[in-house]
Protein backbone atom coordinates (compact mmCIF):
# COMPACT_ATOMS: atom_id res chain seq x y z
CA UNK A 1 0.00 0.00 0.00
CA UNK A 2 1.50 3.12 -1.05
CA UNK A 3 -0.42 5.44 1.07
CA UNK A 4 -1.49 4.21 4.19
CA UNK A 5 -4.52 6.32 5.37
CA UNK A 6 -4.74 4.36 8.98
CA UNK A 7 -2.78 6.10 11.70
CA UNK A 8 -2.06 3.78 15.04
CA UNK A 9 -2.33 6.14 17.96
CA UNK A 10 0.70 4.61 19.76
CA UNK A 11 -0.38 5.55 23.10
CA UNK A 12 1.34 4.13 25.58
CA UNK A 13 3.38 4.67 29.01
CA UNK A 14 6.60 3.27 27.62
CA UNK A 15 9.57 2.67 25.01
CA UNK A 16 9.02 -0.93 25.99
CA UNK A 17 5.34 -1.63 25.32
CA UNK A 18 5.59 0.96 22.66
CA UNK A 19 7.83 -0.82 20.52
CA UNK A 20 6.34 -4.42 21.75
CA UNK A 21 3.58 -2.95 19.96
CA UNK A 22 4.85 -1.58 17.18
CA UNK A 23 6.77 -5.29 16.08
CA UNK A 24 3.19 -6.16 15.50
CA UNK A 25 2.09 -3.76 13.06
CA UNK A 26 3.26 -3.83 9.44
CA UNK A 27 4.23 -0.38 7.91
CA UNK A 28 3.05 -0.56 4.54
CA UNK A 29 -0.56 -0.82 6.30
CA UNK A 30 -0.47 1.93 8.69
CA UNK A 31 1.35 5.46 9.89
CA UNK A 32 2.12 5.76 13.54
CA UNK A 33 1.23 8.54 15.92
CA UNK A 34 2.56 9.68 18.78
CA UNK A 35 1.61 11.71 21.43
CA UNK A 36 1.93 13.50 24.79
CA UNK A 37 1.85 10.43 27.31
CA UNK A 38 4.58 8.45 25.20
CA UNK A 39 6.47 11.10 23.98
CA UNK A 40 6.93 12.44 27.77
CA UNK A 41 7.92 9.10 28.60
CA UNK A 42 9.96 7.83 25.57
CA UNK A 43 11.30 11.16 23.67
CA UNK A 44 12.73 11.73 20.37
CA UNK A 45 14.96 8.39 20.31
CA UNK A 46 12.08 6.35 20.12
CA UNK A 47 10.59 8.46 17.11
CA UNK A 48 14.41 7.87 15.82
CA UNK A 49 13.92 4.20 16.21
CA UNK A 50 10.23 3.70 14.65
CA UNK A 51 11.28 6.04 11.65
CA UNK A 52 14.64 3.79 11.07
CA UNK A 53 12.08 0.82 11.00
CA UNK A 54 10.42 2.42 7.62
CA UNK A 55 7.42 4.19 9.84
CA UNK A 56 5.67 7.64 9.09
CA UNK A 57 5.60 9.38 12.17
CA UNK A 58 2.53 11.84 13.08
CA UNK A 59 4.28 13.83 16.32
CA UNK A 60 0.80 14.64 18.31
CA UNK A 61 2.01 17.16 20.77
CA UNK A 62 -1.03 19.86 19.35
CA UNK A 63 1.36 22.40 20.45
CA UNK A 64 -0.55 26.12 21.40
CA UNK A 65 1.42 28.52 23.07
CA UNK A 66 2.86 32.57 21.69
CA UNK A 67 3.81 32.25 18.59
CA UNK A 68 7.83 32.18 18.82
CA UNK A 69 7.66 29.25 21.08
CA UNK A 70 5.46 27.06 18.99
CA UNK A 71 7.45 27.90 15.94
CA UNK A 72 10.94 26.73 17.67
CA UNK A 73 9.16 23.40 18.90
CA UNK A 74 7.96 22.81 15.40
CA UNK A 75 11.20 23.24 13.75
CA UNK A 76 12.36 21.15 16.79
CA UNK A 77 10.08 18.41 14.98
CA UNK A 78 10.93 18.55 11.56
CA UNK A 79 14.52 18.42 12.66
CA UNK A 80 13.65 15.07 13.76
CA UNK A 81 12.28 14.40 10.18
CA UNK A 82 8.65 13.55 11.18
CA UNK A 83 6.11 12.59 8.37
CA UNK A 84 3.41 15.28 10.26
CA UNK A 85 3.02 17.69 13.57
CA UNK A 86 0.11 19.61 14.97
CA UNK A 87 -0.52 22.77 16.56
CA UNK A 88 -4.11 23.97 17.77
CA UNK A 89 -5.39 26.45 15.47
CA UNK A 90 -7.17 28.60 18.54
CA UNK A 91 -3.39 29.74 18.46
CA UNK A 92 -4.44 31.94 16.26
CA UNK A 93 -3.28 33.55 13.15
CA UNK A 94 0.03 35.01 14.31
CA UNK A 95 1.00 31.62 15.58
CA UNK A 96 -0.10 29.06 12.30
CA UNK A 97 1.89 31.59 10.51
CA UNK A 98 5.14 31.76 12.80
CA UNK A 99 4.64 27.71 13.03
CA UNK A 100 4.40 27.19 8.89
CA UNK A 101 7.63 29.37 8.54
CA UNK A 102 9.34 27.64 11.10
CA UNK A 103 9.54 24.15 9.95
CA UNK A 104 12.91 23.11 8.62
CA UNK A 105 11.67 20.77 5.53
CA UNK A 106 8.53 21.00 3.66
CA UNK A 107 8.48 17.64 3.73
CA UNK A 108 6.69 17.48 7.46
CA UNK A 109 3.38 18.12 7.31
CA UNK A 110 2.05 21.05 9.53
CA UNK A 111 -1.61 20.61 10.39
CA UNK A 112 -3.94 22.33 13.16
CA UNK A 113 -6.49 20.91 15.72
CA UNK A 114 -10.04 22.70 14.80
CA UNK A 115 -12.13 21.38 18.11
CA UNK A 116 -11.29 17.91 20.09
CA UNK A 117 -13.62 15.23 18.98
CA UNK A 118 -14.38 14.57 22.41
CA UNK A 119 -16.45 18.02 22.72
CA UNK A 120 -19.71 18.31 22.17
CA UNK A 121 -21.95 20.95 21.91
CA UNK A 122 -22.85 21.47 25.49
CA UNK A 123 -19.01 21.01 26.74
CA UNK A 124 -18.49 24.16 24.32
CA UNK A 125 -21.44 25.98 25.42
CA UNK A 126 -19.49 25.52 28.71
CA UNK A 127 -16.50 27.28 27.62
CA UNK A 128 -18.32 30.20 25.82
CA UNK A 129 -18.38 29.03 22.43
CA UNK A 130 -22.12 28.55 21.24
CA UNK A 131 -22.24 27.73 18.29
CA UNK A 132 -22.55 24.42 16.16
CA UNK A 133 -19.00 22.31 16.45
CA UNK A 134 -19.29 22.34 12.46
CA UNK A 135 -19.43 26.05 12.46
CA UNK A 136 -16.63 26.44 14.79
CA UNK A 137 -14.32 23.15 12.74
CA UNK A 138 -15.18 25.09 9.48
CA UNK A 139 -14.11 29.04 10.87
CA UNK A 140 -10.80 27.29 11.98
CA UNK A 141 -10.07 25.08 8.90
CA UNK A 142 -10.17 28.22 6.82
CA UNK A 143 -8.10 30.00 9.08
CA UNK A 144 -5.39 26.78 8.71
CA UNK A 145 -5.69 27.00 5.19
CA UNK A 146 -5.28 30.66 4.74
CA UNK A 147 -2.32 30.66 6.70
CA UNK A 148 -0.86 27.85 4.44
CA UNK A 149 -1.28 25.17 6.71
CA UNK A 150 -1.78 21.29 5.00
CA UNK A 151 -4.51 20.21 6.32
CA UNK A 152 -6.77 20.08 10.15
CA UNK A 153 -7.66 17.81 12.47
CA UNK A 154 -11.58 17.19 12.93
CA UNK A 155 -14.02 14.60 13.37
CA UNK A 156 -15.27 12.91 10.27
CA UNK A 157 -18.37 13.80 10.89
CA UNK A 158 -17.35 17.72 9.56
CA UNK A 159 -15.37 16.27 7.02
CA UNK A 160 -18.47 16.59 3.95
CA UNK A 161 -18.54 20.18 4.66
CA UNK A 162 -14.63 20.94 4.62
CA UNK A 163 -14.71 18.81 1.70
CA UNK A 164 -17.31 21.45 -0.12
CA UNK A 165 -15.42 24.50 0.65
CA UNK A 166 -11.58 23.88 1.13
CA UNK A 167 -9.07 22.41 -1.63
CA UNK A 168 -8.60 18.60 -2.05
CA UNK A 169 -5.10 19.15 -1.19
CA UNK A 170 -5.88 20.17 2.29
CA UNK A 171 -5.60 17.61 4.44
CA UNK A 172 -8.31 16.26 6.82
CA UNK A 173 -6.59 13.80 9.74
CA UNK A 174 -9.71 12.29 11.76
CA UNK A 175 -9.45 10.91 15.34
CA UNK A 176 -12.88 9.60 16.94
CA UNK A 177 -13.23 6.46 14.72
CA UNK A 178 -15.34 3.60 15.96
CA UNK A 179 -16.40 0.23 13.83
CA UNK A 180 -19.93 0.08 14.00
CA UNK A 181 -21.59 -0.51 17.53
CA UNK A 182 -17.78 -0.12 18.91
CA UNK A 183 -17.21 1.44 22.44
CA UNK A 184 -17.17 5.04 21.99
CA UNK A 185 -15.12 5.47 25.48
CA UNK A 186 -14.01 9.36 26.04
CA UNK A 187 -14.90 10.38 21.82
CA UNK A 188 -18.45 12.17 21.16
CA UNK A 189 -18.12 13.00 17.26
CA UNK A 190 -17.26 9.62 15.86
CA UNK A 191 -17.41 8.11 12.80
CA UNK A 192 -17.08 4.55 11.60
CA UNK A 193 -13.80 4.32 8.93
CA UNK A 194 -16.09 3.39 5.83
CA UNK A 195 -18.00 6.66 6.57
CA UNK A 196 -14.72 9.13 7.43
CA UNK A 197 -13.29 8.05 4.04
CA UNK A 198 -16.90 8.28 2.63
CA UNK A 199 -17.21 12.06 3.95
CA UNK A 200 -13.78 12.88 2.39
CA UNK A 201 -11.11 12.00 5.46
CA UNK A 202 -7.67 11.04 4.33
CA UNK A 203 -6.46 9.45 7.15
CA UNK A 204 -7.72 8.25 10.04
CA UNK A 205 -6.24 8.12 13.55
CA UNK A 206 -7.15 5.07 15.37
CA UNK A 207 -5.83 4.05 18.65
CA UNK A 208 -7.78 2.02 21.34
CA UNK A 209 -10.15 -0.48 18.89
CA UNK A 210 -6.64 -1.54 17.80
CA UNK A 211 -4.38 -1.62 20.35
CA UNK A 212 -7.02 -3.18 22.49
CA UNK A 213 -7.99 -5.66 20.17
CA UNK A 214 -6.92 -8.89 20.33
CA UNK A 215 -4.64 -9.43 17.43
CA UNK A 216 -3.86 -5.99 16.06
CA UNK A 217 -2.56 -7.17 12.76
CA UNK A 218 -6.07 -8.78 11.91
CA UNK A 219 -7.89 -5.65 12.84
CA UNK A 220 -5.28 -3.48 11.05
CA UNK A 221 -5.80 -5.57 8.01
CA UNK A 222 -9.74 -5.71 8.47
CA UNK A 223 -9.85 -2.05 9.07
CA UNK A 224 -8.07 -1.59 5.58
CA UNK A 225 -10.04 -4.11 3.49
CA UNK A 226 -13.51 -2.11 4.89
CA UNK A 227 -11.34 1.06 3.77
CA UNK A 228 -10.33 -0.57 0.05
CA UNK A 229 -14.42 -1.35 -0.53
CA UNK A 230 -15.52 2.24 0.21
CA UNK A 231 -12.80 3.42 -2.37
CA UNK A 232 -13.56 1.25 -4.86
O1 LIG B 1 -9.43 15.83 18.28
C1 LIG B 1 -8.63 14.91 18.57
C2 LIG B 1 -7.27 15.02 18.41
C3 LIG B 1 -6.46 13.97 18.73
N1 LIG B 1 -6.97 12.82 19.21
C4 LIG B 1 -6.03 11.71 19.50
O2 LIG B 1 -6.36 10.59 18.67
C5 LIG B 1 -6.26 9.38 19.39
C6 LIG B 1 -7.58 8.70 19.40
O3 LIG B 1 -7.50 7.50 20.13
P1 LIG B 1 -8.72 6.50 20.30
O4 LIG B 1 -8.20 5.47 21.25
O5 LIG B 1 -9.02 5.93 18.93
O6 LIG B 1 -9.88 7.26 20.84
C7 LIG B 1 -5.74 9.74 20.79
O7 LIG B 1 -4.33 9.56 20.76
C8 LIG B 1 -6.06 11.22 20.94
O8 LIG B 1 -5.09 11.89 21.72
C9 LIG B 1 -8.32 12.70 19.38
O9 LIG B 1 -8.84 11.65 19.81
N2 LIG B 1 -9.12 13.75 19.04
Known amino acids: MNNPR ?4 LDFSNKKQALEFASKLDKNLCRIKIGKELFTSAGPQLIEQLMSYGFDIFLDLKYHDIPNTVAN ?14 V ?8 LIAA ?19 LN ?5 EIGLNEEPIDIVQRLALLASDCGLDGVVCSA ?20 IRPLNGNKNDQARVATPQEAIQNGADYLVIGRPITQ ?12 YEIEMVQL
Open 121 to 125: KSDLY
Open 213 to 224: SNDPLLMLQQLN
Open 157 to 176: MEAPQLRKIISKDFCLVTPG
Open 88 to 95: HALGGRKM
Open 6 to 9: IIVA
Open 100 to 118: QEALSTKKTKLIAVTLLTN
Open 73 to 86: ACRAASDLGVWMVN
